[in-house]
């Protein structure tokens, strides 16, 4: 007999994204039931990359008082570079890391641009003082160290079936706890298309 599919493995990356949108998970599909344990530690790499999504501001603030472009690509190789090396360390894949790194600094580009968007066409609302872009980098290099660890101690949990229904649980936690806005919501959606093991790019 095959087995029953659980309607939360059916859901695509795109009814994902609207769930985590609208805050309403119970409303559109039955919870998972996976362990504790396992909705902890994606609810952790879900927490600290909402973290992360939250230097978005102060590094966009920094790129518009100096004029600097959003995008980086000597220092996004830096960070890919750096995370590959500590997963190593931890003994995470570091292909998956990398992956997963990758959807970070993204992620928080889409918020960089949608808030210079903002400040372009409402001048009055764009920062009035230039943040340290150092100091920035110097949390968002704590916060990637432990996404790196996050990532190795929840290998299992991203490789079950279930992965996808509770990260997706976790997003949504995340997201009242935290009162992202609709940028910052979608951006983390972004940061975590591939955190479950053969997770698709149907997010964009």
Known sequence: MQPTASPWRALTAGAIVAVICT???SAAVPAPTTGRGSYR??????DLSAQRLGTAGPVAAAKWGTGGPVDDPTREQQVLDAAARQAREVRADPVATVKIFRDQIEANKQ???ALHSRWNANPADAPEETPDLSVVRGEINRLNLALVRGI???AAPRAAP???ATLTAATVQVR????LDRVHT???ARALRFVCAGA???VS
């Open 176 to 179: 009242h706890d935290r009162r």
């Open 41 to 46: 530690e994606l609810h952790s790499l879900a």
């Open 186 to 188: 979608a951006a983390l």
């Open 200 to 202: 698709s790019a149907e």
């Open 152 to 154: 190795a101690v929840s």
């Open 23 to 25: 805050g309403s998970a």
């Open 162 to 164: 279930s992965c996808r």
């Open 111 to 113: 918020v960089q641009r």
